[in-house]
């Protein structure tokens, strides 16, 4: 297989590590990543972008961005076999009311209308810290959307994760 997925979550934790611990949410890290290729097409972090961003959201808005498109039409100028890579899987529900990142993936559409990320990649499941289980993994199946575990960085990922939490 053309990608390391251990190394590509190992990039994303990298991102991770960057964003600024709070107590009100996690730090995560994404990646989005051509599966052809191997090539990563954009990385954030929580808090990148300016506002109460997530780590997937400053990935799509960034490469929007650069494309001076809005972030949800990001999907006309991904590749076809394009993946997520989050240290933590994306939000099904935000305690801010913003959009959740599962909504943001799904909504992400090529031209021709199919679903432009067709893999999500997760570090952890969400700690049931700020609102209850996750049930997002099941809405992007779904979608057709598959979600991958990738195993082997929990213990990282929960301690960046949740750098700003009172011990
Ligand atoms: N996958 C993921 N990526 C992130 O970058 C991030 N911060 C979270 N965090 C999930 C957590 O459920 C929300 O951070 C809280 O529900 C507070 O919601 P806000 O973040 O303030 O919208 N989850
Ligand atoms: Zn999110």
């Not at 890579?85 to 994306?90: A, C, G, I």
Request: contains cysteine; charged residues 25%.
């Amino acid at each position: 297989e053309v990608v390391d997925h251990r190394a590509l979550m190992q990039e994303a934790l990298q991102e991770a590590m960057q964003s600024p611990p709070k107590p009100s949410n996690f730090c995560v890290g994404a990646l989005l990543v051509d599966l052809e290729t191997g090539e990563v097409l954009s990385r954030g972090y929580t808090l990148e972008v300016e506002g109460n961003t997530h780590a997937e959201q400053c990935c799509l808005s960034k490469l929007a961005q650069a494309y001076d498109l809005p972030e949800e039409r990001v999907g006309e100028v991904l590749p076809p076999n394009t993946a997520i890579y989050t240290t933590m899987e994306p939000c099904n529900m935000r305690l801010s009311g913003s959009l959740p990142c599962v909504d943001r993936i799904i909504r992400t559409r090529t031209k021709d209308g199919a679903a432009a990320i067709k893999k999500v990649y997760l570090g952890v499941k969400e700690p049931e810290k700020f609102v209850g289980e996750n049930q997002g993994r099941t809405k992007l199946e779904e979608h057709g959307i598959e979600c991958i575990h990738v195993p082997g960085l929990e213990g990282e990922i929960l301690k960046v994760a949740t750098a700003g939490h009172r011990k």
